[in-house]
Structures are given as C-alpha cells and as structure tokens.
T-cell receptor, first 113, second 111 residues
Framework: NAGVTQTPKFQVLKTGQSMTLQCAQDMNHNSMYWYRQDPGMGLRLIYY???????DKGEVPNGYNVSRLNKREFSLRLESAAPSQTSVYFC????????????FGPGTRLTVL | GNSVTQMEGPVTLSEEAFLTINCTYT??????LFWYVQYPGEGLQLLLK?????DKGSNKGFEATYRKETTSFHLEKGSVQVSDSAVYFC??????????FGPGTRLSVLP
C-alpha cells in the first residue's frame, strides 16, 4: 500500500517551459487535491477533484490546469512556467465527508528560472 | 467562511519541556479538527484528530481536545524530544467544504 505517490520529486524549468506533475493514490479515495506550499504562506489549494470526472478551482488556480485521469490519478499541468510558480507542490486525497483526514504525497520541489 | 488561526512561531524549547501550540477556529456547524506534522523535506502526516465536541485526539504523546465553547483545539505534549522538531499545522474540515489549514508553527527542540 503505497498511499499517495508523486513524480517527479525535483524539477528545474526555464520560464515558458511546460510540465506535468503526476499524482496517484491506491486507497480508493474519491477526492483528490493539489496544493502549493510557499514560505510564510502555508498551504494553498490550487485545484481539487471531488470525484472522477469532476474538477474545481481552489484558491490559486491561475497558470495551472488539472486532469482527473481516473479514480487513482490526478495530474497538474503548468503550460508556461513562471518564476512565481517556484514552490513545493503536494497532492492529497481522502474520502470527502467532512470527517476524514487528507493523506499527502511526499511533494514535488519545483524551481522556475 | 471557515478559518483557522494558530501561533506562527517559531517555537524553541529545550528537550523535556512542555509544549503548547494554540489553535482556534471559525466555522459553521460541527467541523472535524486535525493536527498535521511536517518533518523537513517530507509531506504532511496526520498527527491526531477529533470529530466532535469534547473529543480528545492523541498520538505519540501529543494530545488535543475539541473545545466548542472556546472554538479551540490546542496541541500539547508533556515532554518534547529533539525528534519532535517539525512544522505543525492545525486544520478543519466541514462537510461539503474544502479543508482549511492554519499557517503552521515551526517547533525546534534543542538537546
């Protein structure tokens, strides 16, 4: 039982390049989330998916797109990376019912030059 | 809307000292409350949780009690260790609404 996995662990991009961050969970959770973590800013929700086939914007969606490929996988795409997107990105999942905790992946550390 | 306020720190303690990290919340209805811990270079891990008023969550010597009358969920540990050095996040969840995380409190424990 791997929990929530993320790839890659580290990535360096140049401004304007694109990339996709991958996330998968093996806990049969219905909901999945993408957060970014910046120094002094805590965790900010980028996008979430309450169930397979649905996605919704969070607090800071600009510059990102997501795909809920199936129940297990939820990817985050940066179409044209900017230095302001330098951050640590975390994927999370849970059974969303107001009671259940979110389970987090190990994170992707992204630097945009 | 829902919100979580916690002391931002950093908090620096000597080994075996008593720890309190304050957390208060604003929410409608009856949210569930959580404490997460983040060790350097890792993702967030659930430390403990409470789903209704007066519940006490506990794990690894840490405790927190859900106090609806004071809208608080303070984290305590009687004797901290160097290995407890980490960032601690208070969070709440309300049905049909997204998780809300506090800003995190960095704890450093000195030997």
């Amino acid at each position: 039982n791997a929990g929530v996995t993320q790839t890659p662990k580290f990535q360096v991009l140049k401004t304007g390049q694109s990339m996709t961050l991958q996330c998968a969970q093996d806990m049969n959770h219905n909901s999945m989330y993408w957060y970014r973590q910046d120094p002094g800013m805590g965790l900010r929700l980028i996008y979430y998916s309450a169930s397979e086939g649905t996605t919704d914007k969070g607090e800071v969606p600009n510059g990102y797109n997501v795909s809920r490929l199936n129940k297990r996988e939820f990817s985050l795409r940066l179409e044209s990376a900017a230095p302001s997107q330098t951050s640590v990105y975390f994927c999370a999942s849970n059974y969303e019912d107001g009671y259940n905790e979110q389970f987090f992946g190990p994170g992707t550390r992204l630097t945009v030059l | 809307g829902n919100s979580v306020t916690q002391m931002e720190g950093p908090v620096t303690l000597s080994e075996e000292a008593f720890l309190t990290i304050n957390c208060t919340y604003t929410a409608t209805g009856y949210p569930s409350l959580f404490w997460y811990v983040q060790y350097p270079g890792e993702g967030l891990q659930l430390l403990l949780k409470a789903t209704k008023a007066d519940d006490k969550g506990s794990n690894k010597g840490f405790e927190a009690t859900y106090r609806k009358e004071t809208t608080s969920f303070h984290l305590e540990k009687g004797s901290v260790q160097v290995s407890d050095s980490a960032v601690y996040f208070c969070a709440l969840s309300n049905y049909g609404q997204n998780f809300v995380f506090g800003p995190g409190t960095r704890l450093s424990v000195l030997p």
